[in-house]
């Protein structure tokens, strides 16, 4: 009996939580908008090569509709074509927001805005910045958060790779 009134009152306690609205996730800088540049190749990926760590490298997908995937962690460069064209990594990375934002072309400028998680379920928006070198490389130069906080001094430079392929850019997680 004394089980059962402690799962009562467990129940009542947990029905009368209010889920704190601090933890819900932030948007990302920018809103999605169609590239009309042609600055940048989008037909493949981009890549930069960890020094650190040679043969895996960061990847940025651009998509005309204006959204980016991106890897989030390195992978071996090697094995990328095949894992983007691999459904199971498709289906994975479809309805997960860490591995979509938006991109921006203004001139000879990019601006890639991406979410981040904080540790403790939330996700803010992050943007990198970075010079345009041809239309199959561009430079990133700084990272920080929308609000401008958290700024980071960074010096990547992304090369394009084409694809046969890419993944569908779609996703409802990006309006």
């Not at 990302?28 to 895996?56: D, K, W």
């Not at 490298?57 to 005309?64: D, Q, R």
């Not at 010096?155 to 790779?161: A, Q």
Request: overall charge neutral.
């Amino acid at each position: 009996m004394k089980l059962l009134k402690l799962l009562v009152a467990i129940l009542i306690l947990c029905a009368s939580c209010e889920k704190n609205p601090n933890l819900g996730d932030l948007p990302l800088c920018s809103e999605r908008a169609v590239n009309n540049s042609n600055a940048l190749r989008i037909g493949g990926m981009y890549y930069f090569e960890s020094s650190a760590n040679p043969g895996y490298a960061y990847i940025f997908l651009l998509n005309a509709n204006g959204t980016v995937g991106e890897t989030g962690i390195e992978m071996p460069l090697s094995d990328a074509p095949a894992k983007f064209s691999s459904s199971s990594f498709l289906n994975y990375i479809k309805n997960n927001k860490d591995y979509w934002g938006v991109y921006h072309i203004e001139g000879s400028k990019i601006y890639i805005d991406t979410w981040r998680s904080d540790g403790n379920n939330k996700d803010f928006g992050n943007r990198w910045s970075g010079d345009i070198l041809s239309d199959t490389s561009f430079t990133i130069t700084s990272r920080n958060s929308c609000d401008g906080s958290s700024p980071k001094s960074v010096n990547k430079t992304y090369y394009f790779y084409p694809l046969s392929s890419k993944p569908d850019s779609v996703t409802s997680l990006i309006p």
